[in-house]
């Protein structure tokens, strides 16, 4: 069965300082890896997404995560953090099965960026 | 194109009474996802549509809650009774066949039992 840890519940952080939040997942199969973002008073949003080839996926804000099969890792990481990065991150694992996919989520890391 | 709407935004009930969520997804979007957040805990699969069909309802924590989907449209969750402990925010999502690459989250209904 999978899991997934994220060891920060909170990441207080100044603007324009880097950030990492750490996501580990346990799995005996092929998996697919998940960073969702979700703002105040939002819904989920899909930030980025490991499915196969490089092992370095990037969003559109300037946030990457890294694939690390040896270690069981899909860290998330930006070198300069902005106030409108304040928001809840999920990192989440999947197996695909034949007809869709369900997500198992870490129980989540609130981000705070003050100035 | 419109996003995944659900709706209330937010319900208070009592102990005991009858409540439904409605979810419409994106047009076009066979995949239909439940997933619930109880508060300080991970978000957790509920039940996955496809179409109007229960692919997958492991994740349905007991026979208080009925998950439908009416000719493959929007779906509706019911829970009854309620009890305190299913307060949480319940999120719904959906996607194109196969789904593989993310889903599209509506922004949730928070429930809360008193």
């Known amino acids: 069965a999978q899991s997934v840890t994220q060891l920060d519940s909170q990441v207080p952080v100044f603007e324009e300082a880097p950030v990492e939040l750490r996501c580990n997942y346990s799995?005996?199969?092929?998996?697919?890896l998940f960073w969702y973002v979700q703002y105040p008073n939002q819904g989920l949003q899909l930030l980025l997404k490991?499915?196969?080839?490089?092992?370095l996926v990037e969003s559109i804000n300037g946030f990457e995560a890294e694939f690390n099969k040896s270690q069981t890792s899909f860290h998330l990481r930006k070198p300069s953090v902005h106030i409108s990065d304040t928001a809840e991150y999920f990192c989440a694992v999947s197996e695909p099965t034949s007809t869709g996919y369900a997500l198992n989520f870490g129980k989540g890391t609130s981000l705070l960026v003050t100035p | 194109e419109a996003g995944v709407t659900q709706f209330p935004s937010h319900s208070v009930i009592e102990k005991g009474q009858t409540v439904t969520l409605r979810c419409d997804p994106i047009s076009g979007h066979d995949n239909l996802y439940w997933y619930r957040r109880v508060m300080g805990k991970e978000i957790k699969f509920l039940l996955h549509f496809v179409k109007e069909s229960k692919q997958d309802e492991s994740g349905m924590p007991n026979n208080r809650f009925l998950a439908e989907r009416t000719g493959g449209t929007y779906s509706t969750l019911k829970v009854q009774p309620a009890e305190l402990e299913d307060s949480g925010v319940y999120f719904c999502a959906s996607s194109r066949q196969g789904g593989i690459g993310g889903y599209t989250f509506g922004s949730g209904t928070r429930l809360t039992v008193v």
């Open positions: 799995s005996s199969v092929s998996v697919y």
């Open positions: 490991y499915l196969s080839g490089s092992t």
